[in-house]
């Protein structure tokens, strides 16, 4: 007898199927199957269900391990995301539920890397992350840099981790341990996971590397368990959305690959900031501050840019070096007045607007087309970054929430902490 969970061979006339087994739909047998898609097979062709194993029972508490003398401790911080899931097999998604000590048991390698602290900050899909999260988590890191920690990891959901990771690059002055963000993009019960490597690999880095104080994020470097990049917190971006090497560099190198089979760290920069004593320092993020973005396309109306008026900042995401559609060319261009004029209006209301380009790789030049000189005539800011959208939104407001606007404006295009390439800063 066979029960979701188990995983089977289903026998029809024409196939053999093998996978983990959903709960059944009314005329279908549902399959998940080890790609991670579900399958429905119409009852009337299925002839056999061959059970092949039953899942595998991790109920059981491995006992408490004592602190290991001569490693260092590290502490890992968890927030909830693919990493801390495992597919429900009522409905055959993937739900966010592991104890943070069950994950932990997971790898038990990592008792030989470090001395490990395990804990819960939350439990949330990280598309739900707010501005109030990121101060938590800011505050979870200096506890536990209070207490002795040499390295902090933090898992959490990918689809955000790259906000996250810039969010925390701004907010933790004279933070002088890593920060090492890990995600998975494969749950951690599921024999494809990314889930291991990257947190082995994440622990592995801060071992070896015994300079390296940054924030940044650790994911797979190719589709297979091989090596993982240590990734700047504040110019990487997700770029797969089921890939296990999704997440790449923008605009720069990786600090370090981590060949966690060899026990090995090379790095591919240099630059960072290096390991000292004491605690950081946190600035916060205001949390009901309004920051939005635009993406702009083809035959927009000024509306939507009216509708911001009273936010506190605005990413524009043009196009190629940075445009938006403001130019009235001919009769059915006359839209694009309203458009510049209503780019103008929210700086005059005191809007922060801001430019970032839909190509993700490369920067922005104001100067080279006519466009691109009346938005700096408007005053749009950007001109000369090379920022992600994501980490402008998150460098924005995170200005916003700790500097009056007059230097705010100042502030934007100033490279802070690694998030504008130092070659165009010049
Ligand atoms: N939606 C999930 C999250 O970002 C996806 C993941 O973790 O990979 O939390």
């Not at 938590?136 to 689809?159: P, V």
């Not at 790095?267 to 004491?278: D, S, V």
């Not at 510049?340 to 993700?360: F, G």
Request: one cysteine or more; glycine letters at 6%; proline letters at 4%.
């Amino acid at each position: 007898m066979t029960k979701p969970g188990d995983r089977v061979k289903i026998i029809t006339s024409e196939q053999e199927l093998e996978g983990v087994l959903m709960p059944e739909e009314k005329e279908f047998i549902v399959l998940k199957m080890d790609t991670g898609y579900n399958i429905g097979i119409d009852k009337k062709r299925v002839k056999e269900i061959a059970l092949i194993s039953h899942p595998p029972e991790r109920e059981t508490e491995l006992p408490k391990t004592q602190p290991k003398t001569g490693l260092p401790k590290i502490s890992i911080l968890h927030t909830g995301g693919t990493i801390a899931s495992k597919v429900d097999y009522t409905t055959g998604g993937v739900v966010a539920q592991f104890e943070p000590e069950k994950l932990i048991e997971m790898f038990p390698e990592l008792r030989n890397i470090a001395n490990i602290e395990s804990r819960l900050v939350r439990n949330i899909m990280s598309e739900n992350i707010r501005f109030a999260h990121y101060n938590i988590i800011a505050h979870e890191i200096k506890k536990e840099i209070e207490n002795g920690s040499e390295g902090i990891i933090i898992t959490h959901g990918t689809d955000t981790i790259h906000y996250t990771a810039a969010a925390l690059s701004f907010m933790l002055k004279d933070l002088g341990v890593p920060v090492i963000l890990v995600g998975a993009q494969r749950s951690s019960d599921r024999g494809s996971s990314d889930a291991a490597l990257n947190l082995l690999s994440a622990a592995l880095f801060i071992t070896a590397s015994k300079n390296f104080a940054e924030v940044a994020v650790c994911m797979h470097e190719t589709k297979e368990d091989t090596t993982c990049l240590i990734l700047p917190g504040t110019k990487c971006r997700k770029m797969h959305s089921s890939r296990r090497d999704a997440f790449k560099a923008i605009n720069t190198e990786p600090w370090a690959r981590v060949d966690f089979k060899a026990k090995k760290v090379d790095y591919l920069k240099t630059g960072f900031n290096e390991r000292k004593a004491g605690v950081p320092e946190i600035r916060e993020f205001k949390e009901n501050l309004e920051v939005g973005i635009i993406k702009t396309y083809p035959n927009m109306f000024a509306d939507i840019f009216q509708s911001y008026k009273k936010y506190d900042g605005l990413i524009i995401e043009g196009t190629g070096l940075g445009h938006i559609p403001i130019m009235e060319i001919d009769e059915l261009t006359k839209e694009h007045t309203s458009i510049y004029n209503s780019v103008k209006e929210l700086i005059a209301n005191d809007v922060i607007v801001t430019l970032t380009t839909q190509c993700i790789y490369g920067e922005i030049d104001m100067n080279v087309y006519s466009p691109g000189r009346k938005l700096l005539d408007a005053g749009v800011l950007g001109n000369y970054c090379d920022m992600t959208t994501e980490t402008a939104f998150i460098k924005l407001a995170w200005l916003l929430s700790n500097y009056p606007k007059h230097e705010v404006k100042k502030l934007y295009s100033v490279n802070l902490v690694g998030e504008i390439s130092k070659r165009l800063e010049k």
